[in-house]
């Protein structure tokens, strides 16, 4: 994805939340603070965007995302991360990604393997995909599939 994809997608986001007058966070361990950057990057993002937490390390997931002890690069990590954040920020939309970018695997998932939550006041919707290519390849099409799984919940009406 090229950075005008992204920064097409986020100003779609920007759009869409401000026009909800709803709020995003996000929690990211992959992606190193992608996410939020492209958000952050957005029109009038300070009227939108509550912000995002980079929880890389195993160890930052539990203490400060709440996430269970035992493997991250999972569907319930991804699901807890969403929801903390949510919480967290006191946003109405909370994207939070997690898997194994690679080049090695990692909780027993292959390596470009990923987990998407997103986390409304409607529930979490859960996404698992796998991305070809090294680390970097994974990131950016994390990334990209993050916004356009956010982009998405914007569209669909949600219960504050």
Known sequence: MTSS???QIAERIAEAASAGQQWIAAAESLTSGGISSALGAAPDASSWFAGGLVAY????KHELLDVSKGPVACASAAEEMA???RRLFRA???IAVTGAGGPEPEDGQPAG???LAVATAAGTQIE???FEGGPGEVVQST???ALLLVERTLAVPTSS
């Open 5 to 7: 994809e992204q920064a």
């Open 57 to 60: 390390a195993r160890a930052a």
């Open 83 to 85: 929801t903390s954040v």
């Open 92 to 94: 109405d939309v909370a």
């Open 113 to 115: 393997t990923v987990f």
């Open 128 to 130: 698992k995909k796998t």
């Open 143 to 145: 990334v990209k599939e």
